[in-house]
């Protein structure tokens, strides 16, 4: 099946052949290190621990507590879990097999 984005565009494209290019652990912190600010790089580490925590069926207080993220922010990351384009849900899911 294929999936396409409301965001799709060539810039984008060629972000996530860049990322799928990356080989190990190592290129990852390279490039990320290049391309984001330290507190981008929090920010989206942040939402994918959000993710995984209400993946696991935590609640919004223990995850304000674990990751000091927002209500809002959890809030928005369970409505991408619930209606979204399955992206964190498919990660989720190879990363943390049940």
């Not at 965001?7 to 390279?30: G, Q, T």
């Not at 994918?48 to 069926?57: D, I, N, P, R, S």
């Not at 995850?63 to 922010?73: D, Q, R, V």
């Amino acid at each position: 099946m294929s999936y396409e984005s409301r965001f799709k565009n060539s810039e984008i494209d060629e972000l996530f052949k860049a990322i799928l290019a990356l080989e190990d652990e190592e290129d990852c912190y390279r490039f990320f290190e290049d391309i984001c600010t330290i507190n981008e790089i929090h920010a989206i580490s942040q939402r994918l621990h959000v993710a995984k925590l209400l993946y696991e069926h935590k609640t919004y207080s223990e995850i304000e507590e674990l990751t000091k993220a927002s209500t809002a922010t959890i809030s928005r990351i369970n409505k991408c879990l619930v209606y979204g384009a399955d992206g964190y849900r498919r990660i989720l899911e190879r990363i943390y097999p049940k």
